[in-house]
């Protein structure tokens, strides 16, 4: 089942999150962002949930943006539990973001991905994405290193 997420799904969100970035996260300071984005119109968080388990989310944002000078979906997270990963769940929650991104008026919907997640590249490619773009970032605290590792 497929729906829009509530403040319970919290902790469960939480925790896909930090598997996919391969790190633990400050719980605290993730909870205040997320109950900030679920009550805002400009947020979307997607969830699957199966036997009463969210299974998988996809956070987008929508934003009117200068130089598409149109309103513009970005999904921020989507990540599916390991053990239920290749049954066409992220497939299935890319096509209801892209018909949420439509209903909320945008034209088009983009995302950024880790260089090194291979796999999701794929996905991406094969659900028809095109890798139009290069995202460029500076880490503004704790610079100790600029090399791309999974999980800092």
Do not use: W
Not at 23 to 41: M, T
Not at 121 to 126: E, S
């Amino acid at each position: 089942m497929y729906r829009k997420s509530i403040s319970g799904d919290c902790k469960a969100i939480y925790s896909l999150i930090c598997d996919m970035e391969n790190k633990e996260l400050p719980y605290g300071r993730f909870e205040e962002i997320y109950n900030q984005q679920i009550k805002e119109s400009n947020y979307y968080c997607l969830v699957c949930e199966q036997d009463d388990k969210v299974i998988g989310m996809l956070n987008l944002r929508f934003e009117e943006q200068l130089h598409h000078s149109e309103r513009i979906a970005e999904i921020l997270e989507l990540t599916v539990s390991d053990e239920y990963r290749s049954r066409g769940i992220g497939k299935e929650m890319l096509a209801l973001s892209c018909q949420i991104a439509k209903d909320n008026d945008c034209s088009q919907i983009e995302l950024a991905c880790n260089q090194l997640r291979k796999d999701a590249h794929r996905f991406y490619t094969r659900e028809g994405m095109n890798n139009f773009h290069f995202k460029f970032s500076k880490r503004l605290l704790d610079c100790d290193s600029q090399q791309n590792i999974l999980g800092r």
